[in-house]
C-alpha cells in the first residue's frame, strides 16, 4: 500500500514565498502537497526521479483570453497551471463560469466582469454575450463606445454589481477601445470595485504623447483612480500600451505606489500585440498616432500583411473580431528590447501573457480537438505559447550570447506565480493555495529544466509548444506528463471571489 498519490523525488525545489531553493521530495495527495522534504519520503502511487529539475509552483496568468482546449494546452506546456480572463472579462460572468465548467478545462480558470460587455449593453442596447468572440465581433460598432449617459452609466454599474455578486474576481476594462468613454465613468467603475475589495484590470486609455487630444492620459488616469477611489488599479500589458514612452509611466507608476496607492502591473516579452482589426486604434486615420502604417498589421486569418488603407478598411468591415498582429517595438532593436526588459523587471510586475485563441486559417476550427498534436491549420500570436517560458528565459539567462539574466531564478518565478496570486488572495481564497510550492497548498505544479526552459513560437509558426517543461500537475493530476499532453486531463476548477 502506498502512502501518496505522487511522488517527485530529488528535484531543484524553489519556492518563492519561503526561499527555499534545495534538493527535496515532493508528495502529493488529494490534490494537495502533502508533503516537501529532504529524503526519507515513502512510497507514492505514482514515483517520477525529477533530479536536476526545479520543481515549483504552477504558474498563474492573469492575462488569458484563451477558452479553447487547443490554446489551453499550449498554456499549460508552457508552465500555466491557473489562466485567469481578467482584462476583457466576461458578461454575464455567471454564464461564462457555466460554460468552462460544461467544457471541461485542463487549468484553473475565472473571470472578471466585463466593463466592456457591459456598456455594450447599456449603451448600445446589444444582448449581453458571455464570450470573447462576442465581444470582438461588436469591437468596432461605435454604438456602444460613445459617451454614456447618466442613466447608461448606472445601469452597466448595475451589471458589473450582480457580476460581482456571482463571484468576478474583480472588473476588465478596455478603455482604450472607447475613447469617448468619460473619466469619471472610470472613476465610478473604480470605486464600485473598491467597494467590492476587488482590482480594476485596465487596458489603459491612448497616452497623451501619443493622442494630445485624449480625454486623460491613460497612465495618470490609472493612477488617479488608485488615488481617489482606493481601488487596486492593475495595469495591464503595460508593455504595449506604453510604447516607447515605457520610463515616463513606469516613472508615474511608480511615484504612486511610493505615495501609498495600490497600483500593479503586468507585461509579456514580446514587441507585438494581438487584438481584433476593429479595434478603434487600429482605424485607418490613426495608425500614425503610433508610427504605424497598415504593413505594420498582419491578419491571422490569411496569414496576409495588410497591403494598404483599402484593405484595411475592406477588413474592418468584413471581420472586425478578426485577429490581427500588431508591430509596436522591434524585438529585433537593442534599445526596444531594453525597453521590454524594463517593463518585465520593474519591481512588483508580474509576467501575463494576453494569450489569444486560435484562428484558423480553413475558417473554422475542426469538429474534433480532443487530440494532440494540434491538426494544421491554427494560428495565434506566440505569446499564447511561450510567454511563461520566454520570460524565464530572458530574466533568468539573459539573449543568447556570454552573461546572464538580471533575477535570480526565484526572483523571476515569484513574477510568474506567487505574485501574480497575491494580486488576488485578499478576497478569493482559492487563491490562497496558488503561487507556493509548501504542504497544504494545491498541487499546481511545473517541473522544468533550468538550462533549456525556452520559448520556441515564433510569429511564422506560432503554435510550437515551449522547450523545458517536463511535466505540470493541475490540482494534483497530470496535464503534461513527460513533456507532452495528457489527452484526456481536464482537472481545472473554477475561481471565484467570495462575496464582499
Same mark, same amino acid.
Given at each position: 500500500?502506498?502512502d501518496?498519490?505522487?511522488?517527485?523525488?530529488g528535484?531543484?525545489?524553489?519556492d518563492p514565498?519561503?526561499?527555499l531553493?534545495?534538493?527535496?521530495d515532493?508528495?502529493?495527495a488529494?490534490?494537495?502537497?502533502? =508533503?516537501?522534504a529532504?529524503g526519507a519520503?515513502? &512510497?507514492?502511487?505514482?514515483?517520477l526521479? #525529477? %533530479? !536536476?529539475q526545479?520543481?515549483? +509552483? *504552477?504558474?498563474v496568468?492573469?492575462?488569458?483570453?484563451v477558452?479553447?482546449?487547443?490554446?489551453l494546452r499550449?498554456?499549460?506546456?508552457?508552465?500555466?497551471?491557473t489562466?485567469?480572463?481578467l482584462e476583457?472579462?466576461?458578461?454575464?460572468?455567471?454564464?461564462?463560469?457555466?460554460?468552462a465548467?460544461?467544457?471541461?478545462?485542463?487549468?484553473n480558470?475565472?473571470?472578471?466582469?466585463?466593463?466592456?460587455?457591459?456598456r455594450?449593453?447599456a449603451?448600445a442596447?446589444m444582448p449581453?454575450e458571455a464570450?470573447?468572440?462576442?465581444?470582438?465581433?461588436?469591437?468596432?460598432?461605435?454604438?456602444?463606445?460613445?459617451?454614456?449617459?447618466?442613466a447608461?452609466?448606472?445601469?452597466?454599474?448595475?451589471?458589473l454589481?450582480?457580476?460581482?455578486?456571482?463571484?468576478?474576481l474583480?472588473?476588465?476594462? =478596455?478603455?482604450g477601445y472607447?475613447?469617448?468613454? &468619460?473619466?469619471?465613468?472610470?472613476?465610478? #467603475? %473604480? !470605486?464600485?470595485?473598491?467597494? +467590492? *475589495?476587488?482590482?480594476?484590470?485596465?487596458?489603459?486609455?491612448?497616452?497623451?504623447?501619443l493622442?494630445?487630444?485624449t480625454?486623460?492620459?491613460?497612465?495618470?488616469?490609472?493612477?488617479?483612480?488608485?488615488?481617489?477611489?482606493g481601488?487596486?488599479?492593475?495595469y495591464?500589458?503595460?508593455n504595449?500600451?506604453?510604447?516607447?514612452?515605457?520610463?515616463?509611466v513606469?516613472?508615474?507608476?511608480a511615484?504612486?505606489?511610493?505615495?501609498g496607492?495600490l497600483?500593479?502591473?503586468e507585461?509579456y516579452?514580446?514587441g507585438?500585440?494581438?487584438t481584433?482589426?476593429?479595434?478603434?486604434?487600429?482605424?485607418?486615420e490613426?495608425?500614425?498616432?503610433?508610427?504605424?502604417?497598415p504593413?505594420?498589421?498582419?491578419?491571422a486569418?490569411?496569414?496576409?500583411r495588410?497591403?494598404d488603407?483599402?484593405?484595411?478598411?475592406e477588413l474592418r468591415s468584413?471581420d472586425?473580431?478578426g485577429?490581427v498582429i500588431i508591430?509596436?517595438?522591434?524585438?529585433?532593436d537593442? +534599445?526596444d528590447?531594453?525597453?521590454?526588459m524594463?517593463?518585465?523587471?520593474?519591481?512588483g510586475?508580474?509576467?501575463a501573457?494576453?494569450?489569444?485563441p486560435?484562428?484558423?486559417?480553413t475558417?473554422v476550427?475542426?469538429a474534433d480537438l480532443?487530440?494532440?498534436p494540434?491538426?494544421?491549420?491554427?494560428?495565434t500570436?506566440?505569446?499564447?505559447?511561450?510567454?511563461?517560458?520566454?520570460a524565464?528565459?530572458?530574466l533568468t539567462?539573459g539573449d543568447p550570447?556570454?552573461g546572464?539574466?538580471?533575477l535570480?531564478l526565484a526572483g523571476?518565478l515569484?513574477?510568474?506565480s506567487?505574485e501574480?496570486?497575491?494580486?488576488?488572495e485578499?478576497?478569493?481564497?482559492?487563491?490562497?493555495g496558488?503561487?507556493?510550492l509548501q504542504?497544504g497548498?494545491?498541487a499546481?505544479?511545473v517541473?522544468?529544466?533550468?538550462?533549456t526552459?525556452?520559448d520556441?513560437a515564433?510569429?511564422?509558426?506560432?503554435?510550437?509548444p515551449?522547450?523545458?517543461?517536463?511535466?505540470?500537475?493541475?490540482?494534483g493530476?497530470?496535464?503534461v506528463r513527460?513533456?507532452?499532453?495528457?489527452?484526456?486531463?481536464?482537472?481545472?476548477?473554477?475561481i471565484r471571489?467570495?462575496?464582499?
Amino acid at each position: 500500500m502506498t502512502d501518496w498519490d505522487i511522488v517527485l523525488r530529488g528535484g531543484r525545489v524553489v519556492d518563492p514565498e519561503t526561499g527555499l531553493d534545495g534538493v527535496r521530495d515532493v508528495a502529493v495527495a488529494d490534490g494537495r502537497i502533502a =508533503l516537501v522534504a529532504a529524503g526519507a519520503v515513502s &512510497s507514492g502511487a505514482v514515483e517520477l526521479d #525529477v %533530479a !536536476g529539475q526545479v520543481v515549483t +509552483a *504552477g504558474f498563474v496568468d492573469l492575462h488569458s483570453h484563451v477558452t479553447d482546449l487547443g490554446g489551453l494546452r499550449l498554456q499549460a506546456l508552457d508552465g500555466v497551471t491557473t489562466a485567469l480572463e481578467l482584462e476583457a472579462g466576461s458578461t454575464p460572468v455567471a454564464e461564462a463560469y457555466r460554460r468552462a465548467a460544461a467544457q471541461g478545462r485542463p487549468v484553473n480558470y475565472g473571470f472578471a466582469a466585463s466593463w466592456t460587455l457591459a456598456r455594450m449593453e447599456a449603451v448600445a442596447g446589444m444582448p449581453p454575450e458571455a464570450s470573447l468572440g462576442g465581444l470582438l465581433g461588436r469591437i468596432s460598432d461605435p454604438a456602444w463606445m460613445r459617451a454614456a449617459s447618466p442613466a447608461e452609466v448606472n445601469a452597466l454599474l448595475g451589471r458589473l454589481s450582480d457580476d460581482l455578486a456571482d463571484g468576478a474576481l474583480g472588473i476588465g476594462v =478596455l478603455l482604450g477601445y472607447a475613447p469617448a468613454a &468619460s473619466p469619471d465613468e472610470y472613476l465610478r #467603475v %473604480a !470605486g464600485l470595485a473598491a467597494q +467590492a *475589495g476587488l482590482p480594476v484590470f485596465t487596458h489603459a486609455r491612448d497616452l497623451i504623447e501619443l493622442v494630445p487630444g485624449t480625454l486623460a492620459d491613460g497612465a495618470e488616469e490609472i493612477v488617479r483612480a488608485a488615488g481617489q477611489t482606493g481601488a487596486h488599479m492593475h495595469y495591464c500589458h503595460i508593455n504595449s500600451t506604453s510604447h516607447r514612452h515605457i520610463e515616463r509611466v513606469l516613472g508615474l507608476v511608480a511615484r504612486a505606489q511610493a505615495a501609498g496607492s495600490l497600483v500593479s502591473t503586468e507585461a509579456y516579452p514580446y514587441g507585438s500585440g494581438m487584438t481584433g482589426i476593429g479595434a478603434a486604434f487600429l482605424a485607418p486615420e490613426r495608425l500614425g498616432e503610433r508610427g504605424l502604417t497598415p504593413a505594420s498589421l498582419t491578419y491571422a486569418p490569411t496569414g496576409e500583411r495588410v497591403a494598404d488603407v483599402g484593405r484595411l478598411r475592406e477588413l474592418r468591415s468584413a471581420d472586425p473580431g478578426g485577429l490581427v498582429i500588431i508591430e509596436l517595438l522591434s524585438e529585433d532593436d537593442p +534599445a526596444d528590447r531594453a525597453l521590454l526588459m524594463r517593463s518585465l523587471t520593474f519591481p512588483g510586475s508580474v509576467v501575463a501573457s494576453d494569450a489569444m485563441p486560435l484562428t484558423w486559417t480553413t475558417g473554422v476550427a475542426p469538429a474534433d480537438l480532443a487530440g494532440w498534436p494540434l491538426p494544421p491549420g491554427a494560428i495565434t500570436h506566440p505569446r499564447t505559447a511561450g510567454t511563461f517560458s520566454r520570460a524565464l528565459r530572458l530574466l533568468t539567462r539573459g539573449d543568447p550570447g556570454p552573461g546572464g539574466g538580471p533575477l535570480t531564478l526565484a526572483g523571476a518565478l515569484a513574477k510568474c506565480s506567487l505574485e501574480p496570486a497575491r494580486r488576488l488572495e485578499d478576497r478569493v481564497p482559492a487563491m490562497r493555495g496558488k503561487g507556493r510550492l509548501q504542504p497544504g497548498r494545491d498541487a499546481d505544479i511545473v517541473v522544468f529544466d533550468p538550462e533549456t526552459i525556452a520559448d520556441r513560437a515564433s510569429y511564422a509558426d506560432s503554435t510550437r509548444p515551449s522547450t523545458g517543461i517536463r511535466h505540470v500537475l493541475v490540482n494534483g493530476s497530470f496535464v503534461v506528463r513527460d513533456g507532452d499532453i495528457v489527452a484526456d486531463a481536464r482537472p481545472g476548477r473554477q475561481i471565484r471571489a467570495e462575496p464582499a
